[in-house]
């Protein structure tokens, strides 16, 4: 280690030390005169894409901005635009060019090498802003990756991932129809499929639609824990299909025993089936778990009130979602 530090003390005096100036050779590419108007220029055009990448991430989260897809495709078409003529106005009038009428030979030889290095060198000569230049590149550049990243947003929560397992469900809550009128039990029939919702909750909530249905008392299989969820012979099952994350749309009446020996509930997307009866088993298709249940009770107006939370957590399944449970 002390061997080390004594190494890096003197690589670090080295480079502090003023090295000698040594005469430049005859330049290869004539030097052009500088232009500060074209520089300017770009560092305004550079300012511009940032500010478009900057406004992209802002009109996607203010949900109140009106026609937000075409300020989102205006934000991003200017960033790229503005990056665009900057790249052309210092490919033009920064970058001093060279016209040969042959090709330049291979580089067989070192000297051929250091004079293509030279040319490279010597073609930004003109630039007298170099750094300032680069800072407002990379700005307008982070600006636009940043816009880019942006939408990954709606993929949902990256580290606090416990808002995917809450739902507004808790013992109590009434079950409610699109039009806010409250569930009887005396109302639901069989062979029929209702859609059910929270009260006072936020419907667009992933755990908030249910799937509602009746069957005969005497048809139930439900888990041992669950036996008294289903007063009357009435089930709740949450309508995202635990597959993908669609919503379970289609409720299947055998009408040929043979090939449909028992109701279904089906997700017309992948055509996942889950039983009803049995607390909401996967029969077929991609689903790799069972449809949650929600506890029902009926109150002493007869009106359906949750009597707790799901059986698991509501949506498509990831990885390790079996883990963890819902919650209210």
Not at 213 to 224: D, I, N, S, T
Request: glycine share 10%; charged share 20%.
């Amino acid at each position: 280690m002390k061997r080390w530090a004594i190494a890096l003390l003197v690589l670090l005096l080295g480079r502090l030390r003023r090295r000698p100036k040594v005469p430049k050779e005859d330049p290869i590419v004539e030097p052009g005169p500088p232009d500060p108007g074209a520089e300017t220029l770009v560092l305004v055009l550079f300012g511009c894409a940032a500010l478009s990448g900057i406004a992209f991430p802002v009109v996607y989260a203010v949900d109140a901005i009106p026609h937000q897809t075409q300020f989102l495709g205006l934000a991003l078409g200017l960033a790229f635009g503005f990056i665009a003529v900057a790249c052309v106005v210092v490919a033009k009038r920064l970058v001093v060019t060279e016209e040969l009428e042959e090709d330049y030979p291979l580089p067989a030889r070192p000297e051929e090498e250091e004079a293509v290095a030279r040319i490279v060198e010597e073609s930004g000569d003109r630039f007298t802003r170099k750094r300032l230049l680069l800072v407002a590149g990379a700005g307008a550049g982070t600006a636009l990756g940043a816009a880019l990243l942006t939408p990954a947003a709606s993929l949902g929560p990256l580290l606090d991932v416990s808002s995917l397992y809450r739902t507004p469900w808790r013992r109590g809550v009434r079950l409610i129809d699109e039009a806010g009128r409250a569930f009887r039990a005396d109302a639901i029939e069989e062979e029929t499929f209702y859609t059910a919702y929270p009260e006072h909750a936020d419907r667009e909530q992933m755990g908030a639609p249910l799937v509602v249905v009746r069957l005969k008392p005497e048809q139930l299989r439900l888990p041992g824990p669950r036996r008294g969820w289903a007063p009357e012979g009435i089930v709740a099952y949450s309508k995202i299909c635990t597959h993908a994350g669609c919503a379970i749309a289609l409720y299947r009446k055998p009408k040929f025993p043979p090939v449909e020996p028992r109701p279904a509930l089906i997700c017309p997307c992948h055509y996942s089936t889950f039983d009803p009866a049995n607390g909401g088993a996967v029969l077929f298709g991609p689903a790799g778990r069972d449809l949650p249940q929600l506890p029902l009770e009926i109150d002493a107006m007869g009106e359906l009130r949750a009597g707790g939370n799901f059986s698991g957590p509501v949506g498509p399944s990831w990885w390790g979602v079996r883990n963890h449970g819902a919650r209210s």
